[in-house]
């Protein structure tokens, strides 16, 4: 069956610092994979997301960036994280036209910026 | 006008009430419809596809009404283990993306 983890679960980071999370899927092959925010109190916002090894798609401008060197491996990072990234991290898979499945989600990661 | 449009709630119902949430959508292009539920601090599930036809399972029954753009879930005899918020989902204008709508909070007290 497939999985996908997550990590860390939570983390707290000073402004200005960089950042990396990073997510894996096993069980799947080409796996579509995604990477949201949820702000507290607030709805899922589609940050990047991914159709295969080194291509990404970039959906809100800001200071995130996001790779995937293999391909069950998505890994979201920054190079100085600013109060407003606080939020929960999501990553999540689909099969190729997830559209008609829906995503998967990992457990998230919880990240205080202060 | 947002993509994805839910009433937040609470929706605050005894056990054993009857509940129905529903969701407006923008793009009439719209192919695919989900309901998710997310517990408190904790990622979301899929809970069901939504189908044209309307489908149920279990206590939740979905339907869908594409003329006027919107998706129900009615939930029948609420248990307290219902507590969470239900997340409409449609996809978007691009076949990767699901958008998912901002939830709809419900409360089921003993």
């Known amino acids: 069956s497939q999985t996908i983890h997550q990590w860390p679960a939570t983390l707290v980071q000073p402004v200005g610092s960089p950042l990396s999370l990073e997510c894996t899927v096993e069980?799947?092959?080409?796996?579509?994979l995604y990477w949201y925010r949820q702000a507290a109190g607030r709805g899922l916002q589609l940050l990047f997301y991914s159709v295969g090894i080194g291509q990404i798609s970039s959906e809100v401008p800001q200071n995130l960036s996001a790779s995937r060197p293999q391909d069950r491996q998505f890994i979201l990072s920054s190079k100085k994280l600013l109060l407003s990234d606080s939020g929960f991290y999501l990553c999540?898979?689909?099969?190729?036209?997830?559209?008609?499945?829906?995503?998967?989600f990992g457990s998230g990661t919880r990240l205080t910026v202060v | 006008r947002k993509e994805v449009e839910q009433d937040p709630g609470p929706f605050n119902v005894p056990e054993g009430a009857t509940v129905a949430f529903n969701c407006t959508y923008s793009?009439?292009?719209?192919?695919?419809f989900f309901w998710y539920r997310q517990d408190c601090r904790k990622e979301p599930k899929l809970l069901m596809s939504v189908y044209s036809s309307g489908n149920e399972d279990g206590r939740f029954t979905a339907q869908l009404n594409r003329a006027s753009q919107y998706i129900s879930l009615l939930i029948r005899d609420s248990k307290l283990s219902d507590s969470a918020t239900y997340l409409c989902v449609v996809n978007g204008d691009s076949s990767y993306k699901l958008i998912f709508g901002s939830g709809t909070r419900l409360l089921v007290r003993p």
């Open positions: 793009n009439s292009a719209s192919q695919s």
């Open positions: 069980g799947t092959s080409n796996p579509n």
């Open positions: 999540a898979w689909s099969v190729q036209g997830g559209n008609y499945y829906g995503y998967t």
